[in-house]
RNA sequence: CGGGAAGUAGCGCAGCUUGGUUAGCGCGCCUGGUUUGGGACCAGGAGGCCGCGGGUUCGAAUCCCGCCUUCCCGACCA
């Protein structure tokens, strides 16, 4: 019996698609009010491997972590303009609460810089209080108007870095170091996915900031999708909050501060830069379940065996669980395809009387006997293996769908289907009014070399453009 | 928030135009049996405030009004 699709094709109808794969895979649900998301158990094991490998780079960065407050007084808001003036529609504020109207309202935060501004000040007396390195997570509210799960609710999670610093160099150099040996390292090494790094455009900038870097990477369906960003804020915060600090010469000083952010809207990323028609596609660095063993028929020397073998890859330090033989074979390979689960380990009566196992590979399908004492030598080696490809070729199709053009027109043109990539000097205010009006945004601006600029004055810079999420 | 479509069992849908007694179908789920190398089959069974609220009517899933939610397209955004 040929398997049939059991989502909706990717190039039949690709939001639907997303959505198949996120209710099929039981990653998460709609919660009850609009733009909410219950994360189910395997989208949140997901998030959970996310977590922890960001938080050991951010521990490697030298950031501590600590826990700032769900509600804000809605003063603190706006004692930054252009943050308040960024935040103000998308904001939830109570305005009523112990069953009386509130004197000043609350608002439930969309981002920290307020809160913990206010307490660096509190914290940071000398020069020998800097850096001061923060990071916390938590989960913040943003107002959506047209959500979709993981990508954008109105609820999310994430990290978000606060640092504040004696030197503007201080500052933009810790910024960097968190975008490229935390945010870049993690999205190439362990999401396996490509990324553009540049900087925003000041339209496109973070409301409050004086820079902003960003990872652009490309989806399946040729769209842009910013997944972390590290903002330099220069003193505009340290201004608003009085974080002020006593130079080793005795004077008083502001201080410059940073924010950095990655949200649960990788896991979107993840699905939608790696999935494929028969559903999610992990990679193994990221996957809460590198391999399954599955006992072809329920049959007690099949599963001895199969026990044996997961034993063995447990021992190897591979996550793998077992599948013992309840139900339909095609069924429970199917199951475990949508889910993304890298290594499959297939072993019945007929790999048992040769003394091999059947171990096929969900990135490419690509099927291998090996002996069964093997198994537990082999796996790991093909885990990296596929890690290495899955990256590859997410890197090729990413430059298969990026095209240098010379005109705003033909950005225009390529830009329906991937990423165009343009002289920033022939972009301006119109030029990029009419990307805009076309649905396409400016994702970064960067060096010819593909570096970071310190600022879109640079002379020689390139614009990526692209539709995006 | 503007334009469009839609909400009936866990999921996908029919029924509504033309109001009428017990609201159907497929998949899934439960029980028993036969199965198991790419979404198995047979038999039996459970499961519904027909999105919510109001109205019209002797009578509403069906007609009218309001609201909520979802999807698509725009403006906004991690």
Not at 47 to 67: L, M, T
Not at 88 to 97: G, M, R
Not at 316 to 326: N, P
Request: charge should be negative.
């Amino acid at each position: 019996m040929a398997s049939q699709s059991v989502l909706t094709p990717q190039a039949e109808d690709f939001p639907r698609w997303y959505q198949d794969v996120v209710a099929k895979a039981e990653m998460a649900d709609n919660g009850p009010v609009r733009g909410t998301m219950v994360i189910r158990p395997y989208g949140y094991a997901i998030w959970e491997r996310i977590q922890s490998e960001i938080d050991a780079r951010i521990k490697d960065a030298g950031a501590q972590n600590a826990y700032f407050p769900l509600f804000i007084p809605q003063s603190y808001l706006s004692k930054e303009a252009e943050h308040v003036e960024g935040f103000s529609p998308e904001l939830a504020v109570v305005t009523h609460a112990g069953g009386e109207e509130l004197a000043e309202p609350i608002v439930v935060r969309p981002t920290s810089e307020t809160v913990i501004g206010e307490f660096m000040a509190k914290w940071i007396q000398s020069y020998r209080d800097l850096p001061l390195l923060l990071n916390q997570w938590a989960n913040v509210v943003r107002w959506e108007l047209r959500p979709r799960l993981f990508l954008r609710s109105s609820e999310f999670l994430w990290q978000e870095g606060h640092t504040a610093h004696a030197t503007q160099e201080d500052a933009s150099d810790y910024a960097m170091k968190i975008h490229l040996e935390v945010y870049n390292d993690f999205l190439n090494k362990v999401l396996a996915v490509p990324t553009f790094l540049g900087i925003k455009s000041t339209r496109e900038r973070f409301a409050g900031a004086t820079n902003t870097m960003t990872c652009e990477g490309m989806m399946r369906d040729g769209k842009a999708l910013q997944m972390a960003t590290s903002h330099e804020l220069g003193q505009n915060f340290a201004k608003a909050f009085d974080i002020y600090y006593q130079s080793e010469e005795g004077q008083a000083a502001l201080c410059y501060t940073t924010s950095w952010g990655s949200s649960t809207r990788l896991v979107g990323g993840l699905i939608m830069a790696h999935g494929d028609d028969n559903g999610l596609v992990l990679p193994p660095h990221v996957a809460p379940t590198q391999a399954v063993v599955i006992a072809v028929r329920d049959e007690p020397e099949v599963n001895a065996a199969c026990e044996k073998i997961v034993a063995s890859l447990k021992a190897a330090g591979v996550r793998v669980v077992l599948d013992r033989g309840r139900g339909s074979f095609g069924r429970r390979v199917t199951d475990w395809e949508i889910k993304g689960v890298p290594l499959r380990i297939e072993v019945g009566p007929r790999d048992l009387a040769q003394g091999i196992v059947t171990v096929v590979r969900r990135d490419n399908s690509e099927k291998v006997a090996l002996g069964i004492d093997a198994v537990s030598d082999e796996a790991p080696i093909l885990l990296e293996t596929i890690q290495r490809e899955l990256f590859q070729s997410a890197l090729d199709r990413r430059d298969a769908n990026t095209c240098d053009v010379a005109s705003v027109p033909e950005a225009i043109n390529v830009a329906q289907t991937g990423f165009a990539r343009l002289s920033w000097d022939l972009i301006g205010p119109s030029e990029e009014a009419e990307l805009n009006n076309q649905g396409l945004t400016i994702r970064c601006l960067q060096r010819m070399d593909g570096s970071i600029p310190a600022s879109e004055l640079e002379n020689d810079l390139l614009c990526i453009i692209a539709k995006a999420y």
